[in-house]
C-alpha cells in the first residue's frame, strides 16, 4: 500500500498483494485494505467478489489448474476436469476435505498451443492426458 | 538519451555481437520453456562455454511455430531446430559451422514464406530483458526521431495515412481515434494499453508483450506525443505473470536509458508507463470497463457516449488501443505510413497475428498480410488437420466470433470480409475443429462462457445468456424441440440488439454463425436426438445404450 501511496485506485493491486502473501482473502483483510486505502468496505467487497482472480476460500496445498479456454475445450479440457472431479469426489473450485488438494479451472493461460494446458503448482504442463493428471493426483494423495 | 547515443549503443552492441562467430537462439516462450527450453538453454550454455568456437547462447521470445518446441535458431545461417532437448546440446555446438545435425532440422519453409512479419520482426532475434537488443534491431529510433523532426500533428497524420485500424476487434481507425483524443480539450489526458487478453484460445498480445516489450512502450510513448498525453497505463492480466515481470524490467530499463521520464531526448516531452493488473474478467477488455478496473472499481461497463477519448480515466480524455496496434506503430513511424498501406487489403492494411490452435499440425504464431485466403492460413501454414480427420469449422474471435465453415475458407481475411461471414475479426484467436467436434456443443461452450462473464449490469446479457445457455442445453442433451430453437433465435436477436456493451451485443454469435451454417446438426439433435460427432450424451435414449455410456 506504501508503494501505491494509499491511493484508492490502488484497490485491485493491494488485493493482489494480500492474496499473493496469504494465498487467498478473508473477511479481516479485506476489512483491513478497505479501512487503509478509506475506501466503502462494499467496494473493496465488491471488487474482491467481481473478479475470478481472487479466491475467499483458503487454496489446497497443491492445487491443480486445468485450463477450460477454447483450444483446451476443443481438445478435451472437459474430459480432464470430469476425471479429476470422480478421483477427488469434488467439484471444480473445491478443495479436498483434509487440504490436500484444491481443483481450478482457468479461463486461459495463454498457451494455447499445446493444448489441453494444466497448472499443477503453478507449472505449466501442455498435452495433458487424462492418466497423466491423475497420476499427479495419486503423487499428491500419497503425500 | 539522444539519437546520437542511440546509435551509440546500437554500434556497441553490433561491435559485442561480431565477437562471436555463431548466435544460438533458444525461444523461451511458454510452450516450449514448458517442453524444457530451460534446461536446454543451460546445457547450451555450458557446451558453449566448454567449446573453442566463439558462441553466443541468446534466449528469445516466441517464434512461432510453438507445436515443434522446443526451437532454436542458429544465426547466421538461419537453421531452425526443432524438438531440440538438453541432450542435443552438445552436437548443436559441435556442428556448427558445419552440415547442421540431421534429425534436428526443422523444414517449415511453407509455413513461414507466407508470412509476413512486422509486429513479430524481433521475436526470435532478441533478449526482451535487453533493452540494447531492442535498440540494435532499430527500437526507439522511431520515437527519438519523431521528437525532435515531427509536429503531433505530422505523427498523426503519418498513422492516418497507414490505415492501420484497431488490432483489438473492432477494427475502428486507429488514426481517427488519436485525431480525436488530440483535439479533445484538457491539460491532462492518458494513453491506455489494452493488454486484458480475455479471449480463450488467443495469445498474441502476450507474446508480444512478454517477446518485445519495448515494443509496446515505444507504441505507447509516440501515441503520447501525438494526443498530448504524458501518463500511460498498461491493463494486463494477472494471468499472465511472466508478461508482468517483462514488462516492469523494460520500463526500468527504459526509464534507466532516459526513454521514459521527464524532458525526453531533450524535448519538453515528459512520458511515463505504469502498469496495472486485470483480475480475470472477460468484460475488462471492453474500454469503459477496463477504465472502471484501472481506476480500482468493479469492471463494468457504461453507455457510450461519452466514448473515452472525450471524457476517460477520472474523466479525462483517455486513448485506448490494443497492444498489437501499439506494436504496429513504432515500424510505421519508420517506414512511413506509404509502406504500411501498400500492404493489406483494401479497406483492412497491414498484417494480423493469429493465435494458431485446435486441431492443426502447426499451432502457434503467425502473421500473415491482410487479405490472405483463411485456406492458405489453414492448409499450408498451419498444415492441415492432422491424424486423418476432415476439417469442419474454424473459429476466430473468441466468444464475440463465430464458426466459420469449410465452403467459406477462400475469402480473404478483412474486419469486413469476417463481419460479412457472421464473424469478427476479434484479437486473433483462430481454432480450428475437425469432425470430431459438436457444432451445437461448441455454440453452449461460448454461451456458457459468456454467460459467467457476463457482468450483470445490464439485463439482456445477464438474463438472455442464461436462458440461451439453458436452452442450448437442452438440446445437447436431446431433450430440447423446434420451439426450443426458435425461441433461441428470438432471443439472440434481442441480446444482440439491446445489450449495453461489446460482450452482450456479440454474445450471440456462435450460436448464430453455427445456426447458419451448421443447422442439421441442432436439427439431428432435436429429430432425431443423435449427436453427429458423438460428443453430447443424450438422456432420452433407450437404456441399454445409457448403461453402456456409464459403463
Request: aromatic share 6%; proline share 4%.
Amino acid at each position: 500500500m506504501r508503494k501505491n501511496g494509499f491511493a484508492r485506485r490502488a484497490l485491485i493491486e493491494t488485493l493482489h498483494t494480500v492474496q499473493s502473501s496469504f494465498g487467498y482473502l478473508d473477511d479481516d483483510s479485506i476489512r483491513f485494505v478497505a479501512m487503509s486505502l478509506r475506501v466503502p468496505l462494499s467496494q473493496a467487497y465488491g471488487v474482491a467478489t467481481f473478479y475470478h482472480y481472487f479466491t475467499m476460500k483458503p487454496p489446497g496445498k497443491h492445487t491443480v489448474t486445468v485450463c477450460a479456454g477454447t483450444a483446451c475445450y476443443i481438445k478435451g479440457a472437459d474430459k480432464l476436469i470430469a476425471a479429476a472431479e470422480k478421483r477427488l469426489g469434488i467439484a471444480q473450485g473445491q478443495t479436498t476435505a483434509d487440504g490436500q488438494i484444491s481443483l481450478m479451472t482457468a479461463r486461459c493461460v495463454g498457451a494455447c498451443s499445446r493444448a489441453p494446458v494444466a497448472l499443477c503448482d503453478g507449472e505449466v504442463v501442455g498435452e495433458m492426458t487424462r492418466d497423466q493428471v491423475l497420476e499427479q493426483l495419486e503423487r499428491w494423495i500419497v503425500e | 538519451m539522444t539519437i546520437e547515443e542511440l546509435e551509440l549503443i546500437a554500434k556497441n552492441v553490433k561491435q559485442e555481437n561480431d565477437k562471436y562467430d555463431y548466435e544460438v537462439n533458444v525461444c523461451m516462450d511458454l510452450a516450449c520453456a514448458s517442453q524444457g527450453a530451460g534446461a536446454l538453454k543451460d546445457a547450451l550454455v555450458k557446451a558453449a562455454e566448454t567449446s573453442e568456437k566463439k558462441v553466443l547462447v541468446r534466449r528469445t521470445g516466441c517464434m512461432g511455430p510453438c507445436s515443434h518446441g522446443p526451437l532454436v535458431r542458429l544465426d547466421p545461417d538461419e537453421t531452425l531446430y526443432h524438438h531440440v532437448h538438453a541432450e542435443s546440446a552438445e552436437a548443436i555446438v559441435k556442428n556448427l559451422g558445419e552440415a547442421p545435425v540431421p534429425e534436428l532440422q526443422c523444414d517449415l519453409n511453407e509455413h513461414f514464406d507466407k508470412q509476413v512479419r512486422v509486429v513479430l520482426e524481433n521475436a526470435g532475434y532478441i533478449d526482451p530483458e535487453k533493452i540494447d537488443d531492442y535498440i540494435a534491431r532499430d527500437g526507439y529510433k522511431a520515437l527519438l526521431t519523431m521528437l525532435v523532426e515531427m509536429t503531433p500533428n505530422g505523427v498523426v497524420h503519418r498513422i492516418t495515412e497507414s490505415g492501420l485500424r484497431g488490432r483489438g476487434g473492432g477494427g475502428y481507425p486507429t488514426g481517427l481515434k488519436w485525431s480525436t483524443v488530440a483535439k479533445a480539450n484538457g491539460d491532462v489526458k492518458y494513453v491506455v494499453c489494452n493488454g486484458d487478453e480475455g479471449d480463450p484460445g488467443a495469445f498474441m498480445d502476450r507474446s508480444v508483450m512478454e517477446g518485445d516489450p519495448h515494443r509496446v512502450i515505444e507504441g505507447m510513448a509516440i501515441a503520447g506525443y501525438a494526443v498530448g498525453a504524458s501518463k500511460g497505463f498498461i491493463y494486463v492480466r494477472a494471468e499472465y505473470p511472466v508478461a508482468v515481470s517483462r514488462l516492469t524490467t523494460a520500463l526500468r530499463e527504459a526509464r534507466r536509458h532516459g526513454l521514459l521520464g521527464n524532458n525526453i531526448a531533450n524535448t519538453p516531452f515528459n512520458f511515463d508507463v505504469e502498469i496495472r493488473l486485470g483480475a480475470g474478467a472477460f468484460v475488462c477488455g471492453e474500454e469503459t470497463a477496463l477504465i472502471a478496473s484501472i481506476e480500482g472499481r468493479r469492471g463494468t461497463p457504461k453507455p457510450r457516449p461519452p466514448y473515452p477519448a472525450a471524457s476517460g480515466l477520472w474523466g479525462k480524455p483517455t486513448l485506448i488501443n490494443n497492444v498489437e496496434t501499439f506494436a504496429n506503430i513504432a515500424p510505421i513511424m519508420r517506414n512511413g505510413g506509404k509502406w504500411f498501406f501498400n500492404m493489406g487489403s483494401e479497406r483492412s492494411k497491414g498484417t494480423k497475428v493469429f493465435a494458431l490452435t485446435g486441431k492443426i499440425a502447426n499451432t502457434g504464431l503467425v502473421e500473415v498480410p491482410m487479405g490472405i485466403k483463411l485456406r492458405e492460413i489453414i492448409e499450408e501454414i498451419g498444415g492441415g488437420v492432422p491424424g486423418g480427420h476432415k476439417f469442419k469449422a474454424v473459429q476466430t474471435g473468441g466468444p464475440s466470433g463465430g464458426c466459420i465453415p469449410e465452403e467459406m475458407l477462400d475469402v480473404g481475411v478483412s474486419y469486413d470480409a469476417l463481419l460479412k461471414m457472421g464473424s469478427i475479426m476479434g484479437s486473433g484467436g483462430m481454432i480450428v475443429m475437425d469432425d470430431t467436434s459438436c457444432m451445437v456443443n461448441v455454440a453452449r461452450y461460448f454461451i456458457e462462457f459468456c454467460m459467467t462473464e457476463s457482468c450483470g449490469k445490464c439485463i439482456p446479457c445477464r438474463a438472455g445468456t442464461a436462458q440461451m445457455f439453458t436452452l442450448l442445453t437442452r438440446i445437447c442433451n436431446g431433450t430440447g424441440t423446434l420451439d426450443d430453437l426458435a425461441l433461441l433465435e428470438d432471443l439472440c436477436s434481442t441480446v444482440k440488439e439491446t445489450s449495453l456493451c461489446g460482450l452482450g451485443q456479440t454474445a450471440p454469435n456462435p450460436v448464430l454463425s453455427t445456426l447458419k451454417y451448421f443447422r442439421d446438426e441442432y436439427m439431428e439433435h432435436i429429430l432425431h436426438k443423435r449427436c453427429p460427432a458423438g460428443v453430447c450424451q443424450m438422456e432420452a435414449v433407450n437404456s441399454a445404450t445409457s448403461i453402456e455410456v456409464m459403463a
